[in-house]
């Protein structure tokens, strides 16, 4: 069964950093794609970034340049180092891994609430 355990979420003022967390379990990093998504209050989940078993990266435009996604199969982690957050920023950001193949091994965490202030 896989778990996915978000970490590193907080407040913070426009123009700081911030580093999120994702711990999983139950998953191969060798064939899995684990990724971040957010999800502002009255808005649909949206792609961050993703990364997979072979560390190609992909980021949503609103993002390239500030936050950067990465992976540590040892730990079984991955990780988002947000820098230069604006408000719009702000929202609840949860980690997925899947099977890029396999739809039904879609797994998602609970999510970490990002906020930023101007």
């Known amino acids: 069964q896989v778990q996915l355990v978000e970490s590193g979420g907080g407040l913070v003022q426009a123009g700081g950093s911030l580093r999120l967390s994702c711990a999983a379990s139950?998953?191969?990093?060798?064939?899995?794609?684990m990724g971040w998504y957010r999800q502002a209050p009255g808005k649909q989940r949206e792609l961050v970034a993703v990364?997979?078993?072979?560390?190609?990266?992909n980021y949503a435009d609103s993002v390239k340049g500030r936050f950067t996604i990465s992976r540590d199969n040892a730990k079984n982690t991955v990780y988002l180092q947000m820098n230069s957050l604006k408000p719009d920023d702000t929202s609840v950001y949860y980690c997925?891994?899947?099977?890029?193949?396999?739809?039904?091994?879609?797994?998602w965490g609970r999510g970490t609430q990002v906020t930023v202030s101007s």
């Open positions: 990364i997979t078993s072979g560390s190609s990266t």
């Open positions: 997925n891994a899947k099977i890029p193949w396999r739809p039904s091994s879609d797994s």
């Open positions: 139950g998953i191969r990093p060798s064939v899995y794609t």
